[in-house]
């Protein structure tokens, strides 16, 4: 664990454009969750898809698990909090994604794959995000990566912030995760009350904070647990500064837009419909991965 003992300091601050409730739901065998990135909010956060936030201790709410389901265009990270869940997909891949644990997968042109929890009671927690593939890449191969929490580059702050870097690089730490076109930053910040966190951001890039324990303040807004602050593409605004009245746990992601046109069907994410026919028609004769 690396430790930052100078505080960053930001030209101007981004601030909060719009807070956002999740939408309760269910997906897969029945799990239930809450959707906080939507279709609404794909042009808003492009190059981010979705956005689902999963967090129960009670089995019925997630045991079923996600069974063979397929995907195309897009990549898929799912961050586990707490709890443990079995991957397997048609390119031959599987792991277990464990607590602090991180799944990148690169769906491409295809791949089957289901995520079935390895737990009979106990908390299930964690996040799904969707990160669009550009176009000259959506029909790329399937990739796919485990990270164990102790592949996670972490630093602490001189005011006690924990930092995980999931991508990109904040304070000079590099992320498990880099990639060229979306340019994508995930960090998982842990503040202790009374504690302030600045990190730099691209002002090329669409970026959210998610709290999921305590609040948080950026400038005059505060941001509650359970709420996405979409963050002011404000130009001039070189990063952002968070500030905890109390113990606070939130998600901070970036990433470049893509500006291309997005067509979605479900699992597919495609530039054309008849892109999605075509995904479709692969699918239903097996040319998937």
Not at 41 to 54: E, K, S
Not at 183 to 201: C, I, K, M, Q
Not at 208 to 220: E, L, P
Not at 234 to 261: M, S, W
């Amino acid at each position: 664990m690396n430790a930052i003992t100078e505080k960053t300091t930001l030209s101007q601050s981004r601030s909060i454009d719009r807070l956002i409730e999740g939408v309760a739901t269910s997906d897969g065998a029945g799990v239930k969750l809450t959707r906080v990135l939507t279709g609404k909010l794909q042009r808003r956060l492009d190059p981010f898809l979705m956005l689902d936030a999963f967090g129960s201790d009670d089995p019925d709410d997630y045991i079923a698990g996600f069974p063979d389901h397929p995907h195309r265009g897009f990549e898929t990270v799912t961050y586990m909090l707490s709890g443990r869940m079995r991957h397997r997909d048609s390119a031959g891949h599987e792991g277990l994604l464990e607590n602090g644990g991180v799944q990148w997968m690169t769906a491409g042109r295809g791949v089957i794959h289901s995520e079935i929890p390895e737990q009979e009671d106990g908390v299930m927690e964690g996040f799904q995000l969707w990160l669009n593939l550009p176009a000259q890449r959506k029909m790329t191969e399937p990739w796919y990566r485990d990270f164990s929490s102790e592949e996670i580059p972490e630093y602490v702050t001189a005011e006690n912030v924990t930092v995980r870097v999931i991508a990109g690089v904040s304070n000079g730490v590099a992320g498990a995760v880099t990639r060229e076109v979306t340019e994508p930053l995930y960090l998982d910040v842990h503040l202790p009350a009374g504690a302030s966190f600045s990190t730099a951001l691209p002002d090329t890039h669409n970026a959210f904070i998610y709290v999921y324990r305590g609040a948080v303040s950026v400038g005059d807004t505060r941001v509650e647990a359970q709420r996405m602050g979409v963050l002011s593409n404000t130009p001039g605004a070189d990063g952002v500064t968070l500030n905890a009245t109390q113990d606070a746990r939130l998600i901070l992601i970036a990433g470049k837009p893509l500006n291309e046109p997005i067509v979605q069907y479900g699992p597919f994410v495609m530039n054309t419909q008849e892109e999605i026919h075509q995904a479709l028609d692969d699918f239903g004769s097996g040319r998937f991965a």
